[in-house]
């Protein structure tokens, strides 16, 4: 028996609260030790995950929906505060290049990714998924940038807004390749689509920040109460944003923005910061590192190199250029756009498109096979790369 076999075997019959016991001590340890070795918080975390994840160790199994749930919260919480400690003033002044940078930071890495897959002899249709997939990116990266005190300056807020754009635009885009491939184009779908995030953005952006005020105004001397409305703020706006087929980071970050003003420098803003920086988004970074399987990326590595070399370069290609385009209309130091940049590169568009495959069965019928098929004529072969960027 190998010895990563007996470990495995000795988890395995641990206890349910012995394994939050050793998640708890990752979460403590892993960023000091971080720390100590010159490496982000954040990749301690997920190369932590990684480890005891369900491809090495197997301390958390293969279904894990306690820490899955942990873990998107960390997620919405990461977006959330990033809308509450944006600079709202300077938002709204700069709006139109939140939107400029989201439509650039998109459609470079969505064209390169494409070519890319194109060159690797793949259909046009998968082509064009795997672009849409490396053309949203998430804020992995926000925490440090908060720690650092620099989520206030312009570059940072423009990189904020234009996440919004990019995973909007990126989801419309698999939106129309999914009937495409499964059952032939839908005008009607894609057109109820467009409507309903012409509403829900206004809607929680103005509508919100008028009842979300009056409500948490109510409240504000029942600290308790305040801090449980905000995470129901956060909760229904995810929802909301999923009920119309978009990622619910999208609804928390414009939940962020639209309560900003009202909850700024108030002392529970701090305290729900603290619980997610704390606690769930480290979970977020550790459950991450679950979907790495080490053997079958440097499988993939070694024996399709050509692939993973060809999307990876397009992911970091295209979001350079469109940094370096956008950044340099905007004016932006050298600085600023590196910065910006290392921000656009963190992806979660593989897990956005395989959490809303089954909301748009009912839209766009044979939906929820379409990225599976998508994989499947690619040969399996993109699964881990996508995993890994």
Partial sequence: MSILEYLRRGVAVLPVLAKFAVLIVLIVMIPRLSRRVRLPEAVGLLLSGVVIGPHVLGVVGEQHPVTAFASELGML???????????????????????????????????????????????????????????????????????????????????????????????????????????????????????????????????LSHAGAYVLRKAENEEETYFVLMFGILAVTALLAQLVNLPGIVGTFLAGLAVNAVVKDKPTTSKLELLGNSLFIPIFFIVTGFLIAPVELARSLVHEFNVAAGIIGALLAGKWIATQFAGRAFGYHPAARKTMWSQSIGLSGKTMALSSRERLRPRFPGSARCLDDVFFLMGGKIRPIISIT
């Fill in 77 to 207: 919480l990461l977006m959330f505060s990033g809308g509450l400690g944006s600079n709202l003033v300077l938002f709204r002044e700069r709006i139109f290049r939140s939107i400029a940078f989201g439509v650039v930071t998109t459609s470079v890495p969505l064209l390169l990714g494409t070519l890319a897959t194109l060159w690797l002899g793949y259909e046009l249709l998968p082509a064009i998924v795997v672009g849409s997939l490396l053309a949203s990116h998430t804020l992995l990266g926000a925490s440090i940038v908060a720690k650092l005190g620099l989520n206030r300056l312009e570059p940072i807020v423009v990189t904020y807004g234009a996440t919004m754009m990019s995973d909007t635009l990126s989801l419309l885009v698999f939106a129309i390749c999914v009937p495409l491939f499964a059952s032939g184009f839908s005008a009607s779908g894609l057109a109820i689509q467009v409507i309903e995030i012409l509403v829900f953005v206004p809607l929680v952006l103005f509508g």
